[in-house]
């Protein structure tokens, strides 16, 4: 019989807390800058410590908004979905959303759409929310999926983004999982991201050898990086198997 695995749903706010104290005291740092994290799209006993290891480098007073970005399983008509409530609630309680970022992004391009048939509490929004209601003081979050993997409608979402947000004291996440422990297709991946070839990492990542959740979401979020200016950088956690957690600012990008 396999292990049962505890998603991050079911823990309590003291074991969240238990986990990013944990991991603060590991690395021993608070990173100011970090605009983007990769965190797996479903967070659980198995990834827990590594997901903690990004998350507790936040600066709790230093975002007033969080976006997160996950791809929805299914092809919707209605390419950027946004979810039309005014709060987002988790075991922990309520996220206000925020509605004139949402409105900005409608504003942005017709392909973003209010669109409540595409919201479910399967989202890996709420994952990510968990996480963030123990490490960030006050914040606000919107929800963004990604209906539509045409390469078009990934560069639109780029762009949006990162004229957006770069001025916002925002901070990206974007959920994906890489849903086998290969070491070579992390390799892979290290190899295409650190040489810019994007087309060819969307490729890859969609191909039969590659078993991931979120390829369109993580996609994107190599390529706001890659438009803000930034290094990436593969670290590896022994003991673990391949994931993709990282954290991003001006300077790197870190994947365990």
């Given at each position: 019989m396999g292990i049962m695995l505890r998603e991050v749903t079911e823990f309590s706010a003291e074991e969240i807390q238990k986990g990013l104290q944990k991991a603060r005291e590991s690395h021993g740092e608070i990173n100011e800058g970090i605009r983007i994290l990769f965190a797996p799209?479903?967070?659980n006993t198995q990834n827990f410590?590594?997901?903690?290891?990004?998350?507790?480098?936040?600066?709790?007073?230093?975002y007033e908004t969080v976006v997160v970005v996950e791809e929805h399983p299914e092809v919707l008509g209605k390419k950027l979905p946004m979810p039309s409530t005014q709060s987002y609630k988790t075991p922990l309680g309520e996220v206000p959303v925020n509605d004139p970022l949402r409105n900005e992004f409608c504003d942005e391009d017709d392909d973003f759409f209010i669109f409540d048939p595409a919201y479910s509490e399967d989202m890996s929004l709420?994952?990510?929310?968990?996480?963030?209601?123990?490490?960030?003081?006050?914040?606000?979050?919107?929800?963004?999926?990604?209906?539509?993997?045409?390469q078009f409608i990934l560069k639109e979402l780029v762009h949006a983004l990162q004229e957006v947000m770069a001025s916002k004291n925002g901070l990206l996440v974007f959920?994906?999982?890489?849903?086998?422990?290969?070491?070579?297709?992390?390799?892979?991946?290290?190899?295409?991201?650190?040489?810019k070839s994007h087309s060819s990492l969307l490729h890859y990542l969609n191909?039969?050898?590659?078993?991931m959740k979120g390829t369109a979401a993580f996609i994107v979020g190599v390529m706001v990086a890659d438009e803000w200016g930034m290094q990436i950088n593969f670290v590896e956690e022994k003991g673990?198997?391949?994931?993709?957690?990282?954290?991003?600012?001006?300077?790197?990008?870190?994947y365990y």
């Open positions: 799209a479903t967070i410590n590594r997901v903690c290891d990004i998350y507790s480098r936040l600066n709790p007073t230093g709420f994952h990510q929310l968990m996480m963030l209601q123990n490490c960030l003081n006050d914040f606000n979050a919107l929800s963004i999926q990604i209906a539509d993997k045409n959920c994906s999982d890489l849903e086998t422990g290969d070491r070579e297709q992390v390799l892979k991946i290290q190899k295409m991201v650190k040489e191909s039969d050898g590659v078993q673990e198997s391949a994931s993709l957690a990282a954290f991003a600012d001006h300077a790197r990008v870190f």
